[in-house]
């Protein structure tokens, strides 16, 4: 099992930063990939942002240029860095790990953007 714990949600100005934390715990060799997705109120859970174990990453195209998602392996923690924050980036973001076999999703933490 892997055990994930968000953390760095809240409510921002629109134009404003956060950063989301989320550590991993347990069984984590073998992760091969860590995500952040989110789910807005009344909308399917959308991925914004992966990193493979190499390093690689992808954005969704609404985030590209603003998010930023990194890894640091030595603690077992990946970042998802938001700048110019919007309105519509307003959900519950989620963290995810990816093993061969298993998903793994965190409890969610809470993103609001006020206009």
């Known amino acids: 099992q892997v055990q994930l714990v968000e953390s760095g949600g809240g409510l921002v100005q629109a134009g404003g930063s956060l950063r989301l934390s989320c550590a991993a715990s347990g069984s984590i060799f073998s992760i091969n990939v860590m995500a952040w997705y989110r789910q807005a109120p009344g909308k399917q859970r959308e991925l914004v942002a992966a990193?493979?174990?190499?390093?690689?990453?992808n954005y969704v195209d609404s985030v590209k240029g603003r998010f930023t998602i990194s890894r640091d392996n030595a603690k077992n923690t990946v970042y998802l860095q938001m700048n110019s924050l919007k309105p519509e980036d307003t959900a519950v973001y989620y963290c995810?790990?990816?093993?061969?076999?298993?998903?793994?999703w965190g409890q969610g933490t809470r993103v609001t953007v006020s206009s």
């Open positions: 990193i493979t174990s190499g390093g690689r990453t």
């Open positions: 995810n790990a990816q093993r061969p076999l298993n998903t793994y």
